[in-house]
């Protein structure tokens, strides 16, 4: 789906057709004919359109005559909802830019680029593209911001949870976060050296505009900010996964010891009236106390492997 917007009177509309200095958006569903036909119309390379769409495509730029094209990683939520899959997945965006107009397009329906179909951020206008591409680029920070901040709440409710009951469920959930930040933790690597080298050439022609400069430099420090966060979410989901299968395994060994005692207490009775019970004559067989004497020895001798047993435990 292609779609033409620009702002008018501080609202955004769409336009029936392309507009010199609007706001290209293409998302699901499309076809390789619509993308082939407006390379064909706005010169602008056919690559910079089918790259983006590569869920494996890295971080990076890149530019033809007067068309650039930048690629950065993006938070969704993912499509697929199992136990062994991550809760976020990250895709990339392919922002495309010419002297005349902006491009967004992506492979799915991306939050970052709904904030603005939805008119929802302040001061932006596909006109001006350097600072439009800016803030693009600084509400993908925030989304990734958010869903970290979300992950490690997720994380600490299903810690309080574990600490109650061990079970599959919320272990499966917590290796659902871990593999969510670790999509983090490499995306936002590659979007911060993407920034810092962009920096450095100047890619997006910001000069000597001291405002552009700024925000520049504030993404870069989000950018860094968010890397530090998944980073440190990342360890602690680590060990608190390697710290409850410790727990889970020691509570299994206290369970384990139980059963063993249980074991030794019906067992020591069942071996001595096992020899009671063979067509043999033994002592005291003709004692009418004799089945009262059974039981307590089989208790004394019970109790009796229990505490060496205990004993033997906590030297």
């Not at 939050?111 to 350097?130: S, T």
């Not at 206290?254 to 009775?269: A, H, N, Y």
Request: proline share 4%.
């Amino acid at each position: 789906m292609i779609r033409y917007y620009t702002k008018q009177h501080g609202a955004l509309i769409e336009l029936p057709d392309y507009a010199v200095h609007c706001w290209i958006n293409i998302e699901p569903p499309f076809s390789h004919d619509e993308l082939e036909d407006l390379s064909t119309r706005l010169s602008i390379p056919l690559d910079f359109f089918t790259d983006p769409l590569d869920i494996d495509e890295r971080s990076r730029y890149e530019k033809e005559g007067p068309v650039r094209l930048i690629v950065m990683n993006s938070p969704i939520l993912n499509e697929t909802d199992k136990e062994n899959e991550s809760i976020y997945i990250t895709v990339p965006i392919g922002i495309i830019f010419s002297p005349e107009s902006v491009i967004t397009i992506c492979s799915h329906e991306n939050p970052v680029l709904e904030l603005f179909l939805e008119d929802k951020i302040k001061n932006f206008d596909p006109a001006n593209m350097q600072h439009f591409i800016l803030q693009i680029m600084e509400q993908n920070v925030y989304r990734f911001i958010s869903c970290l901040k979300k992950l490690n709440l997720k994380r600490n409710l299903l810690e309080q949870e574990l600490y109650d009951s061990s079970r599959n469920s919320e272990l499966w959930q917590m290796l659902r976060i871990e593999k969510s930040l670790v999509y983090f933790v490499n995306s936002l690597k590659a979007n911060e050296l993407l920034k810092v080298k962009m920096k450095r050439i100047d890619f997006l022609g910001l000069g000597l505009n001291e405002e552009l400069e700024e925000i520049y430099e504030d993404l870069i420090i989000d950018n860094s900010q968010a890397l530090e966060m998944a980073n440190v979410y990342t360890v602690i989901t680590g060990s608190t996964m390697e710290a409850f299968a410790s727990i889970i395994s020691n509570n299994m060994n206290v369970d384990i010891q139980r059963l063993t005692f249980v074991t030794i207490m019906l067992m020591v009775p069942s071996i001595i009236t096992g020899f009671f019970g063979m067509n043999v004559i033994l002592p005291f067989a003709e004692n009418r106390f004799t089945a009262l004497f059974i039981i307590i020895f089989s208790i004394i001798v019970g109790v009796g492997l229990i505490y060496f047993l205990n004993k033997k435990r906590f030297r």
